[in-house]
């Protein structure tokens, strides 16, 4: 459980709630670390047993609501011994050759932080197409010098109490490490689904932001001549505007990205991400024309008319 290798000064903060079977590989993959904060939203599973289990520090998190969500609390709040924190979801591993390159990237004084790479697999397999990959996340960085963004989305309901797909705003010079992190969720389906229909909520309330014009600020920002990030939310205002996103989505995906080149993995992930983008583009209709909920609430001035019965 533990490494013989000499730690490396970094603190890994892993966000957990009902975990207990992606915990032990991710846990096993950060041994090197010299510290491991779990924290967790109550699970109703063995999550902080099997945490505690291999050497790390469990923290519960109670969300109330409003800003700041888990991760941005914990970069407030928790007694990190180390400079660099290293963020890592339960389904994520760091691999042997990541670590001797974090090693070496925390020596250089110029950087504040760097980007990490993620392999996607799905159903057992590499999803290396499809836009899956390269997959740039700044997970790794000087703690006192990053915050993950607002996107103005905490009080919508139904999305958990983490971040989902805010990013890191960093102060200072970032770089891009070269040895992949590995996504490796060992849930099933229905959990897949699950997490994105959560995932859905969110991302409906970003889209109905976008199309209200509501600032930046506050955010990493979107830039055409950016980095990769800020160009992809830069795309993301326009096709917000398109027609007939969940069949762009699956053409994008599955032809004009290639991911039929990843088989029968490939076609069922593109399939699910077209589902996924009809979720989102619903649950927009539904907040813009019924204020959030499946039917109009009646206001106070009008009444449901009775409901005629049949003649007998």
Not at 1 to 26: F, G, H, Q
Not at 172 to 189: A, Q
Request: charged share 25%; net charge neutral.
């Amino acid at each position: 459980m533990t490494s013989n290798l000499a730690k490396v000064p970094v603190s890994v903060l892993i966000p957990a709630r009902n975990e207990e079977a992606n915990l032990p590989a991710c846990l096993e993959s950060v041994a090197r670390a010299d510290e491991v904060f779990v924290v967790d939203s109550q699970s109703s599973d063995r999550s902080s047993e099997m945490a505690e289990k291999y050497g790390a520090t469990v923290v519960q998190f109670q969300f109330n609501g409003r800003w700041p969500k888990k991760k941005n609390w914990s970069l407030e709040n928790l007694p990190f011994r180390n400079e660099w924190v290293l963020i890592v979801d339960c389904d994520e591993r760091i691999t042997p050759e990541l670590w001797e390159e974090i090693e070496a990237a925390i020596q250089q004084a110029d950087h504040n932080g760097y980007y990490l790479n993620r392999r996607v697999f799905f159903l057992g397999q590499w999803i290396r197409h499809g836009g899956k990959y390269p997959d740039w996340n700044l997970r790794l960085f000087r703690h006192a010098k990053g915050r993950y963004e607002n996107l103005n989305t905490e009080e919508i309901r139904n999305t958990g109490d983490n971040e989902v797909h805010e990013h890191v705003v960093l102060s200072g010079k970032v770089g891009y490490l070269t040895r992949d992190m590995l996504h490796i969720d060992f849930k099933d389906l229905y959990h897949w689904l699950e997490r994105h229909n959560r995932y859905s909520n969110w991302e409906a309330q970003v889209y109905l932001n976008v199309l209200n014009g509501k600032a930046d600020s506050g955010t990493i920002g979107a830039n055409l001549l950016g980095d990769a990030v800020q160009r992809k939310r830069f795309l993301k205002k326009i096709w917000v505007r398109l027609p007939f996103k969940p069949l762009l989505r699956f053409v994008l995906f599955y032809f004009i990205r290639l991911g039929f080149l990843d088989g029968k993995a490939g076609y069922t992930y593109g399939r699910l991400l077209s589902q996924y983008e009809y979720q989102i583009g619903v649950k927009l209709y539904e907040l813009q024309q019924c204020g959030g909920t499946l039917n109009t609430k009646p206001t106070a001035s009008s009444k449901l008319q009775p409901i005629p019965q049949p003649e007998s």
